[in-house]
């Protein structure tokens, strides 16, 4: 699977982190028995994107040295992957993407991507908190920033999840940018810092090809900069 992102991504990602995207392909990629099952009543539109994520995943392990093995759904769609590893994945219109790091150096990684779009309508409301909405501080800059915000949670959602096993709003989270880095910093409220031992999460962007694309990660403790 070629990575249309993959050599710009190359280039910003944190040494550690595996990144691969893909084009989601309109033939079966191969797969374990056990994921087939997580798809079987699905419509062919899902069935390709779940199954362009686990190739991805795959070739991301091989990167990190682990043999192809199968990755099974939790019971809340999150992806379960080999003990020594945390990860996340994202689809959208026809890419896939996916990133994996050590367990040893990250507790948790998200990714999401989203086309570079305005959000339907309704959406945005649902997504900033108020201090988001009444400060101009943390602004990104860019021109579908209601879509950037909304790709971030996303993935502060993903990269937490596996850790909380709760679900939580996007407006528990609060975001502020780094223009200049391209970074963002996503401050968790109380209930979630509790649980973490953390009160905030490093994220960065990337806005090419059509592309917001998302990644924030939580380092374990002593790898903590
Ligand atoms: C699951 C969710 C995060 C993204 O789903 P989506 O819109 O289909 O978008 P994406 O394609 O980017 O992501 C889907 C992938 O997320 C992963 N995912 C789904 N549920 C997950 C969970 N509970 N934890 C971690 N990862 C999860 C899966 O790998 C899934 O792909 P797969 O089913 O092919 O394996 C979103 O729909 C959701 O439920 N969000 C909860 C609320 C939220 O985000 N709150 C924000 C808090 S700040």
Known sequence: ?????????????????VLKSGIIKAQPESMFQVEETHIAGSVEKRRREFRAGRSLAREALGKLGIEACAIPMGPNREPI???????SIS??????????????????????????????????????????????????????????????KE????????????????????????????KFTAHLPARIAQQIGRSQLVGHYWITEGYILTLAYLKASEHQE
């Open 1 to 17: 699977m070629s990575g249309p992102l993959n050599a710009l991504l190359d280039q910003d990602m944190p040494a550690d982190i």
């Open 81 to 87: 992957w080999p003990a020594m590893i945390t990860g």
């Open 91 to 152: 689809h959208c219109s026809s890419i896939g993407v996916v990133a994996l790091g050590r367990r040893s150096v990250y507790e948790g990684i998200g990714v999401d991507i989203e086309l570079d779009k305005p959000l339907p309508q309704d959406i945005p409301e649902l997504v900033y908190t108020k201090h988001e909405r009444n400060s101009t501080q943390g602004s990104s800059g860019i021109q579908n920033h209601d879509t950037l915000t909304f790709s971030a």
């Open 155 to 182: 993935t502060v959602f993903k990269c937490l999840f596996p850790l909380l096993g709760f679900y939580f709003d996007f407006k528990e989270v609060t975001l502020g940018f780094n223009t200049a880095e391209r």
